[in-house]
């Protein structure tokens, strides 16, 4: 049974937090990095883990041999130590892309000697559960994936003409449905669609790709059906380049879009877009040049964005000079020394704070640091995946507000039992609560609304210990169904709590 250990453990009972918006710049709690076999290593993504801790996947290389790349992985605990490391390569060309944790392990998604490969990985050790790798033609890769019903839907390229970049490789799109072995059910061709699937999310039982029209001239979203059926598909941009590299959606459907343009700009700025969930524009926002050095020569990347729950987003990128013929230094340090930029925004776009990180906040001297992922953490700050020529791990507090009622900051004891998440979420009709149980013990599963008041309750009763599994049907006590809305569950064990969140759409 797939138990985790947590930092603090909450034994009251149901805890209603009243949200509060922070507007200050985050705080630095730690930084570690890990380097691979190679003589660099670069991470791509990054996730906060269910037992507190988190993990990277990039690749590890030497940087005067560009065909020498091994996929690289590093798991830490809560407080950057590293647990394990795993390093996978066929021949000589192997990319790790994305990450997603399941219940039994973490899929990577990304490619091995130039083929697209999903890969299983024990979560105590590293050890490879499965490894499947697929021919789409040329050079492919797949960069994301997500758990859908009845297995995984991978999206990635193939045919790349850029075979050796790990960023845009001027292929063509496409989808895989796997089942959860990682064994193809079937693939389709986006190619007409997008060049290149960067990322891809379910919300409402449908598929949201993102990523790169041909060129990378503007930003691609895609919604399909759950089979893989088109359903609308649609481009953002100005006259210039749009490379879109991130996405992410929150409870209500909102979509965030981010990367980097030089549409209407000195260069390359930050771009970050939000989206309702018919594809229409809310707002759009480019920024850059933080340190205030001449905007004709700095570059602002970005590769992450998540959504926070005041309707804003968090966009994280790096900030730097690639110009042999201009270098300029003030008060926040020189341009040719990058730094990691972040920038929070809120529902209507503005910025709430901005601000960079360098090895000078650590105090050490000035080198590269590159912000190419990040993940928000259940104590309301984040993990941002740093390259600084290996896996950086930037602890932050402070990044996100405080969460509301019934939220999953109600923890339990990891050795009496584990609350899953529902399945489907948001649902319609019917969803699934699981939970484990390590002994025989009396449970309750309750029902409540955002005003806490008790819904429905699903269980009152003495189980076994074990697996269990019950629907809710969004039928209050009274048989009535209720409407649309957020919701949260709830199980009670030997007096400890635990609670989740969920979305009914009627």
């Not at 966009?315 to 020189?334: F, H, I, P, Q």
């Not at 269990?468 to 569950?489: A, C, E, L, P, T």
Request: hydrophobic letters at 35%; charged letters at 20%; one cysteine or more.
């Amino acid at each position: 049974m797939d138990f985790f250990h947590l930092r603090k453990i909450f034994t009251a009972a149901i805890y209603f937090i009243i949200p509060t918006l922070i507007l200050s710049e985050p705080g630095l709690d730690w930084f570690v990095s890990y380097n691979g076999t190679g003589e660099e290593s670069m991470g791509h993504f990054i996730i906060e883990c269910e037992d507190g801790g988190f993990l990277q996947v990039g690749e590890t290389y030497f940087f005067t041999e560009p065909i020498t790349t091994k996929l690289y992985v590093v798991k830490t605990d809560m407080d950057g130590e590293k647990i394990w490391d795993k390093e996978i390569n066929i021949g000589g060309h192997n990319l790790g892309n994305s990450v997603i944790e399941a219940v039994d392990g973490y899929i990577i998604f990304g490619a091995l000697n130039e083929n697209s490969s999903i890969i299983k990985l024990s979560k105590s050790d590293g050890s490879i559960i499965f490894n499947k790798n697929y021919d789409y033609g040329g050079t492919d890769a797949f960069e994301n994936g997500v758990i859908v019903s009845g297995g995984i839907a991978a999206v990635g390229y193939y045919e790349a003409e850029d075979a050796y970049n790990t960023f845009y490789t001027e292929g063509l799109g496409n989808i895989a449905f796997l089942n959860y072995e990682g064994e193809q059910v079937s693939n389709i061709d986006l190619g007409l669609y997008i060049s290149q699937a960067y990322r891809v999310q379910t919300y409402d039982n449908h598929l949201y790709v993102s990523g790169l029209t041909q060129d990378a001239l503007d930003f691609k979203l895609i919604k399909l059906s759950l089979d893989g059926e088109v359903i609308w598909h649609y481009e953002y941009g100005g006259g210039g380049d749009e490379h879109c590299f991130a996405m992410d959606i929150n409870e209500q459907g909102d979509i965030f879009l981010a990367g980097h343009t030089n549409s209407g700009t000195e260069n390359w700025d930050v771009y970050t877009i939000k989206l309702n969930n018919n594809g229409d524009m809310v707002w759009e926002q480019k920024s850059g040049n933080p340190r205030g050095f001449d905007p004709r020569y700095i570059h602002d990347e970005a590769w992450g964005v998540k959504a926070t729950n005041d309707g804003g987003c968090v966009t994280v990128a790096g900030t730097g000079d690639e110009y042999d013929n201009y270098s300029e230094c003030n008060s926040n340090g020189c341009s040719d020394i990058w730094n990691a930029y972040l920038i929070k925004y809120d529902q209507n776009g503005l910025i709430s704070w901005e601000t960079t990180y360098s090895p000078n906040d650590i105090g050490e001297e000035d080198y590269d640091w590159a912000g190419e992922d990040i993940a928000l953490t259940r104590d309301g700050g984040a993990i941002v995946a740093i390259d600084n020529g290996q896996f950086g791990f930037l602890k932050l507090n402070n990044v996100t507000s405080t969460s509301s009622v019934l939220e999953d900051q109600i923890k339990s004891y990891p050795y009496q039992f584990k609350l899953r998440q529902n399945h489907p979420n948001p649902f319609n009709s019917k969803t699934v609560i699981k939970f484990d149980l390590l002994d025989m013990a009396h449970t309750e599963l309750n029902i409540y609304d955002l005003k806490g008041n008790k819904i429905k309750t699903l269980v009152e009763q003495i189980l076994n210990p074990g697996a269990h599994s019950f629907s809710w049907d969004g039928m209050d006590f009274n048989n009535h169904k209720i409407s649309s809305g957020v919701y949260f569950y709830d199980i009670k064990v030997k007096g400890l709590n635990q609670a989740k969140k969920m979305i009914l759409l009627n």
